[in-house]
C-alpha cells in the first residue's frame, strides 16, 4: 500500500467517524483502541522473560534450542534386515482417458 492510499485510508476512516458518530461513540471506540494498546505494551513489558531465556537464535527459547540441537537420530533401523529387505513396488500409471470436451468452452 503506498503512503498515499495509506493517507487517504485513514482520512476516509476519519471524516466516516465524524459524520455518522456522534462524539460519545467517537471517544469511546478511541478509548478502547488506547486502553488495548497499553495492554500490550504493559503485557510485553512485564511478561517475566529475562534475556537469558532468548538469547538463543532468532529470540528462541534456550531449552528448545539445546533439545533440538542435542537431537540424535538412530539410524540403526536402516541396518536392519527386515528394512533391508522391503522392495520398491512399481505400480504402472493409469490408462490416460480422455476426461472432459477438448474445449469446454464451447456451447452444447
Not at 537420530?73 to 500409471?93: C, G, N, S, W, Y
Request: net charge neutral; charged share 20%.
Amino acid at each position: 500500500m503506498t503512503p498515499i492510499a495509506f493517507i487517504m485510508a485513514y482520512h476516509l476512516a476519519f471524516v466516516w467517524l465524524l459524520r455518522y458518530m456522534n462524539r460519545q461513540t467517537i471517544f469511546t471506540i478511541i478509548l478502547v483502541i488506547v486502553l488495548a494498546a497499553l495492554g500490550a505494551l504493559w503485557y510485553v513489558y512485564f511478561s517475566g522473560r529475562s534475556a537469558e531465556d532468548t538469547d538463543g537464535p532468532a529470540g528462541v527459547d534456550v531449552g528448545v534450542y539445546q533439545r533440538v540441537k542435542d537431537l540424535r537420530l538412530d539410524v540403526a533401523l536402516f541396518d536392519d534386515p527386515v528394512f533391508r529387505e522391503l522392495k520398491q513396488e512399481t505400480i504402472p500409471p493409469p490408462v490416460s482417458q480422455s476426461v472432459g470436451r477438448s474445449n469446454p468452452f464451447l456451447p452444447f
